[in-house]
Each structure stands twice: as C-alpha cells, then as structure tokens.
C-alpha cells in the first residue's frame, strides 16, 4: 500500500468501508465516503460547509433531505448489472443534512467538496444522467456524468466509468493538476474501483513529467485510489470488467485536462 492507494475490506458496523477527508489526503477540496448497508440500516449526517453527491453504486433507499422526502432512491443492485445501467444520485448543497434508511444491500458513494452558492437539494435519475462513449479499439470506455460542470453546484465533479477487460481508461495519460485555463484545471481526484468479477485486478499509475512522482499500484475490487496531480492511466486486465467512480474539485469547476506529450499523438 501508499500513500495513494487505500484497500478496500469489510464494511464496520455501521457500513462504513472508506472515509477519505482532505486533511487525510493533505490537500484541499475532495473528500469521499464508501458506505455498505443492509436492509434496515440507517445512516444519517448533519449538513456542514460542504456539498455532497450522494451516489448509488448499488441498491435501494428511503432517503429525506433539506427537509424533503425524496422516498425510494435506485435501482439497479450493482454497476455490471445488464448492459451497464445509469445510476441514481442525490445532490445536497452545503448546510443540508441527508436520512436514510437502506431497503436493499446498499452500496453509497458520498462525494463531498466545498460548498457555496444557492443551489437545491435534488434526485438524479438515471434519465438525467449523459452517457458516451470515449476512445476506439482496445481503449473504448463507457461514460456516465453523474454531476458534471454542465449541472448546477459548487465544486463538485463526479462521473463513472466502465473499462471492458482488456481496454485502457485515462488514456492517453492525461493530468489536470495546474489552475491554468482555458488549457488545464486544477482539480484533486479519486478513483472507487470495482471488478467484475472481483478476483480480479487491473493497474493504475499516476507520475509526473519529471518523475518526481512515479507509481503503479494494483487495484483490486473495492480499493480508493488518490490522485493529487500527474497523470494517471488505468488498465483493466483481460477479462475482468472495471468500473470506478471518479470525484475531482478543485479551485474552479470545470474539467480541461493536458494529455502526456510523449503520447499525444494518439489522439492525432
């Protein structure tokens, strides 16, 4: 392990399974939660100076928030269900706590970020949430905008990915780590990995051009990966379907990125 791969495992008591807070990641804007419950467990978090996404990887619950009863929240009871379904996802605005009380096997997401602004509590249903398609051949991925810069809120981002076995995501290796638009975006980011099936593995490195920073970590279901700056491609090994939940926040939301001028020509 390193300091920018945190492995996955059972959930405690609570179904808590990951809890990243900036001061934990020593930097500024992101912060994410992985939250496993059953079928009557409740989870329930005061509203604070941060916004948060709360997304359904998995599973179904009651959720009220900001004083509003959204009822029952998801659908599908995982990421590689079917023919990779849209999620659904809650988005709170800062000072807005959130209840709920899961009716399913649950698996939450809570994106959080800085907060701001004069934005309403509101359910993302799938039919809300964009699909694409990225890349060709072997480097073919499959895009669900879950909170893009293109909806209203603060400074969050937050997308989902599925990379087929064998294909390449991030690629080619692009960063987005200097405040220097309209070229390049500042924005932290974190990577929930999940693999079909999950005895699975796939590779993630994240470096900078001068090699200051250099690392290839292999992730394995469930695992949270850190990335603060450089670039950082990933690679799912042949025959286990990757899927992981990105969130980035930074000084300015929007996403301009710079890919690795050794690999550009890629792209060409």
Partial sequence: ???????GGEPDARGL??????ADAGWTYVGFELW???PGMRLEQAGDD???????????????????????????TSPFEGERPRPHAVYLPQGCGFALEAVSALELAVASAPGGGDFQPRHIRPEEVAASVRGTGTN?????????????????????VFTPGGHWSGYPP?????????AESLLEETYYHRIHPPQGFAFQRIYTDDRSLDVTLTVEDGDLVLVPRGYHPVGAAHGYDLYYLNVMAGPRRVWRFANDPAHAWLVR
């Fill in 1 to 7: 392990m390193t300091e920018f791969l945190r492995k």
């Fill in 17 to 22: 399974v990951h809890r990243l807070t900036p």
């Fill in 36 to 38: 496993r419950l059953q």
């Fill in 50 to 76: 941060r916004e948060r996404c709360l997304v359904f990887i998995g599973g179904r619950a009651r959720v009220e928030a900001g004083g509003r009863n959204f009822g029952l929240v998801g659908a599908r």
């Fill in 140 to 160: 073919t991925r499959y895009i669900h905008d879950i909170l893009p810069e293109t909806e209203p809120a603060h400074s969050l981002l937050v997308v989902e």
């Fill in 174 to 182: 692009h960063k987005h780590d200097r405040d220097a638009l309209p």
